[in-house]
């Protein structure tokens, strides 16, 4: 295991709101090919709350689910964010450019819609493209259909720990 910059890995972050992009580079790579890239991270701003995550990041879907682990290691919930990616397969870039509307998953399977608000209030402003908006509403309906119908990924999700 070793944080993207020794391997050569460029992770960013980019939102819409607030307006910022993030270096993420200091996670540490768990695995990568061509469809997944897993990393194990620490909370940017310290959280009383989480400890941990682990991210897997669907690189030919439309969204991020990461493992969200409370400070005595139990899974707190899976938090899914909505998103579209960049990535530069040459340069080794990978940019998760956040949508917006995300979701939480608890252990129990029961499941929390976040942000659809913000969303709708950054496309009425024009911050946000309709293609953009769309690409959005799309990816979150794909993804609370797999939930609906049990084929959230949680064979996958229990790759790494």
Do not use: Q
């Amino acid at each position: 295991m070793s944080d993207a910059k020794s391997m050569g890995i460029t992770l960013l972050r980019k939102r819409y709101f607030p307006n910022e992009e993030i270096d993420i580079s200091d996670d540490d790579v768990l695995y990568v090919d061509d469809e997944l890239l897993v990393t194990s991270w620490v909370p940017i701003r310290s959280r009383g709350d989480i400890k941990r995550g682990i991210s897997y990041y669907f690189l030919n879907e439309g969204y991020k689910i990461s493992k969200v682990f409370n400070n005595d290691d139990s899974l707190k919930y899976y938090y899914c964010d909505i998103c579209r990616y960049e990535v530069n397969k040459e340069k080794k870039i990978y940019k998760m450019i956040d949508l917006l509307v995300d979701i939480e998953v608890f252990p129990d399977k029961h499941y929390i819609v976040l942000d659809f608000d913000e969303l709708i209030d950054l496309f009425e402003r024009k911050e946000i493209s309709p293609k953009e908006y769309m690409r959005s509403v799309k990816n979150f309906s794909d993804l609370v259909t797999k939930i609906n119908n049990g084929e959230f990924p949680y064979e996958v999700l229990d790759r790494f720990n």
